[in-house]
């Protein structure tokens, strides 16, 4: 079976960590984005995954071949020159989405992160036998995003309404979608929204359902909505696999860290925490509801909260970091510094406090 | 002329490196800070040029922190363009200001040189280097600084200091002092004679011995944890301060303009001052036109042949404009820099901005800034492909390559 990846552009509501990295390869639960979903799509018996691009393949390929190797899994990558929107890369891809076999493939948005119920599906999609399934998340504020009105009982998509002013439902778009091979008849190569044009046509044929998807769901290309989506990550991974948490005296809530990681003596670490390859986090430190990326140095009696801290930087001692600060790679907090929502690009060194939410190049 | 074949002498143009000039973003984001162009040429082509001028120029280096490859393709350029031969060489550790010299003393001294230039590739200035050449012969130092007036308020990398008014020895030198010593500030350019390695070589000794003494005094037990690495010799505190006032060190002093390149809104500035000295040495370089089959030029210009500017645009005064951009009807452009293939839409006005390369202007578009070079927001900056949409107004601000502005935006750093 095969699948797309809609990785898309340049990653800039996650700068300045996609300043170092391609979006897809931003590390989230210590682990870069894109294999989430590359591990999900082979754990339901994909084969060959391809990922839509429109910037930087040679950093991508690199990465991928190590993957390529590790999960025993095809990864291509299928170039735009000019933005396609979200149906045209479908369009591009076609000669390797198409196989002759008249399986459905996945087709996913690389910024969503979900519990990826691929199995269930796949059933429920053999089950209507229509052309097209796409998985639809409840929402608090429908109106932000484009509601998808569907018949509840059988799940029937009957259309898409772009943010809403009276209230039509509470479904949204949740951007992972299960096609047969005959979507691909309905896309032109050309610049497509898959919303507005695609889905509407399979609708009106009535060959378009909706299912709820179970669990978490989060959008996280932008880092408020990263930190949350690691709250809901780590709860679902609580229920799922708990051995993969970390327990102990001075573990609070749910906590991720890598082996490889050292923590000293008298910390305490969590709620939602996630701490990356090699960092080491001397002893008295305080983490709560931050992402610490790989070969990241805590110094003694720091503070962190609601941050993410990027890949090979240090944070002072008796430093204290909060409110949505981001750093970017290789950033140097000095000790005792504050910085209260500071956004550093990379190879920066702070030795000044940050007193409100400012953007350091 | 009466020189004799052995009076070679080398130039060495200091040009940093990617970790240290983040002073210079979001403009140097996708190219190092000496390729970033100034009067429509990379910024490290105006000292080169200028050395060009040094009779008995043997060699160029340039010297950095920067991959080879960075620069590969600019070096083989600019050899053919000059004729004269430029060479990269990439420093694999910091050695210091003058450590940087010294670890490439063989190189350097393989012509067997008389003299040697060391530049600063961010400075702005005239670079009177064959005058400089001909006061160091008659001074019979170890080496000459170029010299300038200036306020006691513009803040100087390097240093402040005291030169004798009749024999114009170096008296006295202090980098960055928090008192006022003197109005006569270090211009980054000096030109030594080989005895300078020697001058260097001894303080790395020095170090090196106190390194190995094993009983150390109170005092410098307290001294930072951070001691310094015997090869790692500044210019600054390690030479000229303590040679100054010995009859080894003298000065220069210019009486044309001086700046230093630290900050995208400085290069604009920059751009201006060679754009005017460009009328004086080689006017051919710059744009004119009256609006009839050419745009209106007001000022110094610099366009690139290969760029198309609508004869109905008003361009100037400090303008330059690189390669393939396109300049639409009725643009009005300002104390700007437009970076290559730029498309200007009809009616926009860009003022007191950097365009980055591929970046489009909208119809009725307005980029502008205060103008205040030397601070952050003093000049809007546009990175690479940034895309402004019609009637939208962009105003001391700084956006990162790759964003499309749909609503007008002020004072702000856009990610």
Not at chain 1, 325 to 338: N, R
């Amino acid at each position: 079976m095969k699948a797309l990846i809609l990785v898309g552009g340049f990653g800039t509501r996650l700068r300045p960590l996609t300043l170092s990295f391609p979006k897809p390869l931003v590390d989230f639960a210590n682990k870069p984005m894109i294999l989430h979903q590359i591990e999900a799509l082979k754990a339901v018996g994909v084969d060959e995954v391809v990922l839509a691009i429109n910037y930087q393949p040679e950093v991508m390929l690199n990465f991928l071949k190590d993957f390529e190797t590790k999960l025993e899994i095809k990864i291509t990558c299928s170039q735009e020159t000019e933005p396609l929107g979200t149906a045209g890369p479908l369009a591009l891809a076609r000669d390797k989405l198409v196989d002759g076999s008249g399986e459905p493939f996945f087709v996913l948005n690389s910024d969503v992160i979900s519990e990826y119920p691929l199995k269930e599906m796949l059933e429920f999609h053999k089950t209507h036998g229509g052309e097209a399934s796409i998985m639809v998340t409840k929402v608090d504020e429908p109106s932000k995003y484009g509601v998808v009105v569907m018949e509840e009982s059988t799940g029937k998509v009957e259309k898409f309404v772009e943010k809403p002013k009276l209230y039509v439902g509470n479904k949204i778009n949740a951007g992972i979608y299960l096609l047969n091979p005959s979507v691909l008849d309905k896309i032109e190569l050309r610049p497509t929204s898959i919303e507005k044009e695609t889905f509407p046509k399979i609708a009106a044929a009535q060959g378009l359902y909706a299912m709820v998807l179970p669990g978490f769901w989060m959008d996280i290309g932008q880092p408020r909505d990263y930190i949350t989506g690691l709250r809901l990550y780590l709860d679902s991974l609580r229920k799922k696999s708990p051995a993969k948490l970390t327990s102990g005296p001075h573990i609070v809530g749910n906590v991720l860290v890598d082996e490889t990681a050292k923590i000293g003596e008298g910390c305490l670490i969590g709620p939602d925490v996630a701490i990356g390859p090699g960092c080491i986090v001397e002893s008295g430190v305080r983490l709560s509801r931050c992402t610490v990326m790989r070969g990241v140095r805590i110094k003694k009696h720091a503070c962190i909260s609601s941050s993410i801290i990027g890949w090979h930087s240090t944070v002072g001692q008796w430093a204290r970091i909060e409110n949505m600060t981001i750093l970017g790679e290789d950033v140097h907090v000095s000790d005792e510094i504050y910085s209260n929502g500071g956004v550093v690009l990379p190879h920066k060194e702070i030795k000044t406090n940050i007193l409100k939410p400012e953007i350091v190049m | 002329m009466g020189s004799s074949m052995e009076e070679k002498v080398v130039a060495v143009i200091m040009v940093g490196g990617p970790t240290k000039g983040t002073r210079f973003r979001p403009l140097s984001l996708n190219i190092p800070k000496p390729l970033f162009p100034i009067a429509g040429q990379p910024m490290v082509h105006h000292p080169i040029s200028a050395c060009k001028r040094i009779p008995n120029l043997a060699q160029i280096y340039l010297v950095g922190f920067y991959e080879e490859r960075e620069f590969a393709l600019y070096v083989s350029a600019i050899s053919n363009e000059l004729k004269v031969p430029v060479r990269y060489l990439r420093e694999d550790k910091p050695h210091g200001s003058a450590g940087g010299l010294y670890h490439f003393r063989n190189l350097i001294m393989e012509d067997s040189p008389s003299h040697i230039f060391l530049l600063n590739c961010d400075v702005c200035c005239s670079f009177p280097l064959p005058e400089m050449l001909e006061a160091h012969r008659g001074y019979g130092g170890i080496g000459t600084l170029l010299v300038i007036k200036g306020s006691p308020e513009s803040a100087s990398q390097f240093g402040e200091l005291v030169a004798d008014p009749v024999t114009n020895e170096l008296l006295h030198y202090t980098e960055k002092p928090e008192t006022f010593v003197s109005d006569r500030i270090n211009c980054g350019v000096y030109v030594f004679t080989p005895e300078i390695f020697n001058a260097i070589g001894d303080v790395s000794t020095q170090r090196k011995d106190r390194a190995t003494l094993k009983r150390v005094s109170s005092f410098e037990a307290l001294q930072p944890a951070t001691r310094i690495p015997t090869d790692f010799v500044r210019l600054d505190q390690d030479i000229l301060s303590p040679l100054a006032g010995k009859k080894q060190l003298y000065t220069y002093e210019t009486m044309d303009f001086w700046e230093q390149i630290k900050s995208p809104g400085m290069s604009l500035r920059c751009s201006g001052l060679y754009l005017s000295q460009f009328r004086l040495t080689s006017p051919q370089l710059l744009a004119s036109g009256d609006g009839t089959s050419i745009a209106i030029v007001i000022g110094d210009v610099y366009i690139h042949p290969s760029a198309k500017v609508h004869p109905t645009a008003k361009i100037g005064p400090n303008v330059s404009i690189s390669a393939n951009a396109r300049v639409g009807p009725g643009v009005r452009l300002m104390s700007c820099i437009i970076l290559d293939d730029v498309e200007i839409m009809e009616n926009a006005v860009v003022t007191n901005a950097i365009v980055g390369w591929k970046s489009s202007i909208g119809r009725w578009s307005r980029v502008q800034a205060e103008g205040v070079y030397n601070t952050k927001l003093g000049v809007t900056i546009l990175g690479d492909s940034v895309s402004v949409e019609d009637e939208v107004v962009v105003t001391s601000s700084i956006v990162l390559p790759n964003k499309t502005l749909n609503v007008s935006v002020q004072d702000e750093i856009i990610l």
